[in-house]
């Protein structure tokens, strides 16, 4: 079984090293000096790569991110003020309250690990997201 972050931390006192908590380095873990500043959001890390855009299309699925056997994580924002995005992370079509897909009410986001394909619909052209992997 591989490891999966269940916390991530930035520490102040190292210059902005991240200490992960995971399988292999359960908690507690413990940082020695300065402050911890806890991470609220997807962290853009080095090495990321920027998927950002917006629907071509309005009603019309797009894929994101080609599927990617050596992806660590991805990540999904719907910034839009109004409307909802979906998106589908299993490597399917993405398609407004269809099986598979996964509701982004405005202004949320999902983050995680997948190795698939992930596509996004809308209703409108030009609504834009924020995304990206490394």
Request: aromatic share 6%; net charge negative.
């Amino acid at each position: 079984m591989s490891a999966e972050v269940i916390a991530r931390w930035r520490s102040t006192a190292n210059g902005g090293t991240f200490v992960y908590a995971d399988e292999t380095t359960p908690l507690p873990v413990s940082i020695l000096g300065g402050s911890i500043t806890v991470e609220t959001g997807p962290e853009v890390a080095t090495g990321a790569t920027d998927r950002s855009g917006a629907i071509a299309t309005g009603g019309t699925a797009q894929t994101v991110m080609a599927a990617n056997a050596t992806r660590v994580e991805a990540w999904v924002q719907n910034i839009d003020a109004t409307e909802d995005l979906w998106i589908n992370i299993s490597g399917g079509t993405a398609a407004v309250n269809g099986t598979g897909s996964y509701r982004l009410p405005a202004g949320t986001a999902w983050a995680g690990k997948t190795t698939n394909a992930v596509s996004v619909i809308a209703a409108t052209t030009n609504h834009k997201f924020s995304a990206g992997e490394r």
